[in-house]
C-alpha cells in the first residue's frame, strides 16, 4: 500500500486521494470513466484530483483527503480585464485586424499646396488635407502648374498612383505622412 502511494505521489499518473479513499483500487477512476457527458465526467475527475500535501507516507495513510467540490470558474471580467461592458466581444482584439480593402477607399482628391514645377524621383507633394506623398516612379516629368488637383488612386495589387491635373503625368507614389 505505501509503495502504490509513494509511487502514484512521484508519477502524478493517479490521484493520491483516489487511492487512500478506495483503499488503493482504481474504481473510482472507473467509474468516472464511464460517464457519458463530458461536463459531468470532467467534474469527477476534478473532485478527484483536489491537490494533496504530502508531507511523509504515514501522513498520507494517516489523514485520507477528503473529496471537495470543483473549483469555481474565474469570472469573465478577471479573466479579460481589458474588455469593457460596452464594448461587444466580437470586436475584442480586432484592433489588429485590417479592414477588408473593400471598406477603403479607392480614390483620393485633394489640391497640391503651392506650385509644381517638375517631377522627379523622392520628390514629397504635400496636398491640402496635411498628406504627404512621395514619388516613387524613376520617370522625370517637367509638367508644371500651380496648385493643381491630385488625384490619387489604389490598383488592385495595393500600388498607388497619382495623377495630376486632368491631363497631367501619372506616377507611382507613396504616403509618408
Do not use: H
Amino acid at each position: 500500500m505505501i509503495r502504490k502511494l509513494l509511487l502514484a505521489a512521484a508519477l502524478g499518473s493517479v490521484p493520491i486521494s483516489a487511492i487512500a479513499a478506495d483503499g488503493g483500487s482504481s474504481t473510482l477512476m472507473a467509474a468516472c470513466r464511464i460517464i457519458k457527458t463530458d461536463a459531468e465526467r470532467l467534474a469527477c475527475y476534478d473532485r478527484l484530483v483536489e491537490p494533496a500535501a504530502v508531507a511523509t507516507p504515514n501522513a498520507v495513510l494517516a489523514a485520507p483527503v477528503a473529496a471537495s467540490p470543483p473549483p469555481q470558474p474565474i469570472a469573465a471580467s478577471a479573466a479579460q480585464p481589458n474588455a469593457t461592458a460596452a464594448e461587444p466581444a466580437s470586436n475584442f482584439g480586432a484592433e489588429a485586424v485590417r479592414k477588408p480593402k473593400s471598406e477603403e477607399p479607392t480614390t483620393l482628391v485633394a489640391k497640391v499646396v503651392g506650385d509644381v514645377e517638375g517631377i522627379r524621383r523622392d520628390q514629397i507633394f504635400l496636398l491640402d488635407n496635411g498628406q504627404r506623398w512621395r514619388v516613387l516612379s524613376d520617370n522625370d516629368s517637367d509638367y508644371a502648374a500651380d496648385r493643381p488637383i491630385a488625384r490619387i488612386e489604389r490598383n488592385v495589387i495595393g500600388t498607388y498612383w497619382m495623377r495630376l491635373g486632368d491631363s497631367g503625368p501619372s506616377f507611382k507614389v507613396r504616403r509618408v505622412q
